[in-house]
């Protein structure tokens, strides 16, 4: 009866470590699509190679426009915090905020320093 025990319980621990690895952050992210003002529209030709990436190291780097943004990132109580460094990066933002995730999408939110916020639309990268 122990061993039985012992197998569900493995099963399920495999289960959810596995169904967490699908929908962590830890990956890099290739930009689908923005959102400004209401409206979706695709990545342009200056968004082609737009990304994020998120590290063990709780770090973070990308491109937004093609400029460089690079910060870190914690996750407090399963939601996640993303600071900004404002000296490394070469795009300059307020702030930026995780919208939401899954394995197939993150999309966040961002401030520009001129007030304007959009959101980006990312899927795993290939």
């Keep these: 009866m122990k061993q039985i025990a012992t197998i569900i319980f493995l099963v399920i621990i495999s289960t959810t470590l596995h169904a967490q690895d699908n929908t962590s ?6 930009l689908i699509e923005i959102e400004e003002f209401g409206s979706k529209y ?3 030709d200056v968004q ?3 990304f994020f990436e ?3 190291e709780n770090k973070f ?3 937004i426009n093609g400029q460089v943004v690079e ?5 407090k109580a399963a939601k996640y915090i993303l600071t ?3 000296e490394k990066s070469t795009f300059k933002v307020n702030w ?5 995730i899954d394995k197939e999408q993150l999309v966040l939110n961002y401030q520009s320093v001129d007030l304007i916020q959009t959101k980006l639309f990312l899927k795993p990268a290939e």
């Design 42 to 44: 695709p990545k342009t």
């Design 25 to 30: 952050i830890i990956k890099k992210w290739s």
């Design 48 to 50: 082609k190679d737009d």
């Design 84 to 86: 900004p460094n404002k």
């Design 96 to 100: 930026i905020k995780l919208v939401s």
């Design 71 to 75: 910060g870190t990132w914690s996750d």
């Design 54 to 56: 998120f590290t063990t």
């Design 61 to 63: 780097s990308g491109l």
